[in-house]
């Protein structure tokens, strides 16, 4: 006997796109989370006020491993940190 209101569930319901959350998820081992800063003067680096040298940083991740970048990074970089617009006056909300 069928039970009412059930609707029996199609067993290729996860293989549909939608219905993953991975294909819209971010890798834990894509976030930033903390980071060395690069002070400077409009783009241009303060001599003496970085931790690395050449003009690298320090970048942890969520998942916890970290990398070591350059400054500065390409425009549209995913270490968006040390792109020469994220350390200009003109942005002050950045990202």
């Not at 903390?34 to 998942?63: Q, R, S």
Request: hydrophobic share 40%; glycine share 4%.
């Amino acid at each position: 006997m069928k039970a009412r209101g059930f609707t029996p569930v199609d067993p290729t319901w996860n293989d549909d796109p939608l219905n993953n959350p991975a294909n819209s998820a971010t890798a834990q081992s894509e976030i930033a989370v903390m980071w060395d800063t690069v002070c400077t003067n409009n783009g241009i680096p303060v001599v003496k006020e970085y931790n690395h040298l050449p003009l690298m940083a320090n970048i942890l991740f969520f998942d916890g491993h970290a990398e070591v970048s350059q400054y500065p990074q390409p425009a549209g970089s995913p270490v968006w940190m040390l792109t020469e617009a994220a350390t200009r006056d003109d942005h002050p909300n950045f990202p």
